[in-house]
């Protein structure tokens, strides 16, 4: 992990913090909109792309689509983080937005199962592992964008805009959702009603890619180029560098796995789930995550700002083992199958989480050099995600049991709290 540096600091950037926010923003709250509406909508499409013969069956084989999607994520880390780091944090963001909107594309045509057999099932698996690649590389390069550019004694705050958007975009496809069940039937929506959130999102990348061409790239990464190019900073080669610094990237994978699983499931995944496990009406299940995430996003920058004052570690501390306390309470509350009690569990882990998601963007970027903060955070970070998010809602359906799951995911934040300890407090720290 590299030390604090003394340099000077860098001369101000000439793209204002609004600009900066707008265009980190704009894309990633398309990734998450794209990326999400897959786990909201899977209810609907699961008997069109797999065989309906049993809809328990195709449900589960479409969510474990959703986890295979999380597999391409980390070689999306890897490619666009090098890009980001050997090429430019622009170009990283662009190609990103561009990859999402055509894995999006692909799933909204995708046929149907009683059309064309089993290369349904191929062609939605496509659009998901496309997807995977854009959005393992989006994230890491929008919270390196943004972490480069921003104040660093605000960081924390602007780092809470990755999640703020990202929630937009998550939000913007549940209501969405919402009303497209509002003004179809059942059978409008099974039969091609779930098609049209992926078509929105394809058509809208088309001004992401306008806003995120007319960004300037980072200040730090213009600096460091100028030093590689007068040999002044050794170039080496990314994929080498992360493998030297593996330790760090222990530390990024174990600090994220409980994170994510209780994130997915609580954010994410809980629309589709509070249906086909906990026996909620889809209208309710909707209603309740829209409002829990309202909440988060609400909450998002009251954390950030706090991790600026008391630091990074005391902000993860609270969100992971109050989450763990209340991970059976809150799978109970849920159970008791009222809509008010779908709600309160939701907002009170989306609340918890956000202590550690709002500043996590800054608290990754903190960790690496400015030679491998997009590929060094990007490949152990999506590992973490494929291997814990991406499979939280299939290993919850497989179980069968939310209270064996909530221990399986006490397991993994138990982790992520220790992982803490072992790191430096970091706010405020200088990025060179």
Partial sequence: MSSSSTATAPAPSRQSHAKTLLGTGIGNALEWFDWNIYASFAVYFSTQVFNDDNPQ???????AVFAVGFVARPFGGFVFGFLGDRWGRKRSLTLAVVSASVGSLIVAVCPTYDKVGWLASALLLLGRLIQGLSHGGELPAAQTYLAEHAPREKR??????????????????????????????????NSWGWRVPFLVGALLGVVAIWIRSSMEESELFTEHMEAVEKQEVKKENILVAVLKNWRTGLQVI????????????????????????????????????????????????FWGMLSDKIGRKPCILIAMLGSLVLSI?????????????????????????????SHAPATYAEMFTTDQRTAGFGIPYSIAIALFGGTAGYVLTALGDPYKFAIYAMVFLVLSALTVLTLPETKGKDLR
């Fill in 329 to 357: 309470p809150m799978i109970k509350l849920v159970s008791g199958g009222e809509g008010w009690q779908l709600i309160l569990a939701i907002c009170v882990q989306l609340v918890l989480l956000g202590g550690f998601l």
């Fill in 156 to 189: 924390g705050l602007f780092a809470s805009s990755i999640y703020v958007t990202g929630t937009i975009g998550l939000v913007c496809g549940l209501v969405l959702g919402l009303v497209l069940q509002g003004v179809l039937t059942e059978d409008q929506m």
């Fill in 57 to 63: 069956s195709a449900f589960l084989e479409t969510m």
């Fill in 254 to 301: 174990f600090l994220t796995a409980g994170l994510t699983i209780a994130y997915y499931v609580w954010s994410v995944s809980m629309a589709s789930l509070a249906t086909t496990t906990f026996g909620y009406d889809s209208q309710t299940a909707f209603t309740a995550s829209l409002i829990g995430n309202v909440v988060f996003i609400l909450v998002l920058p």
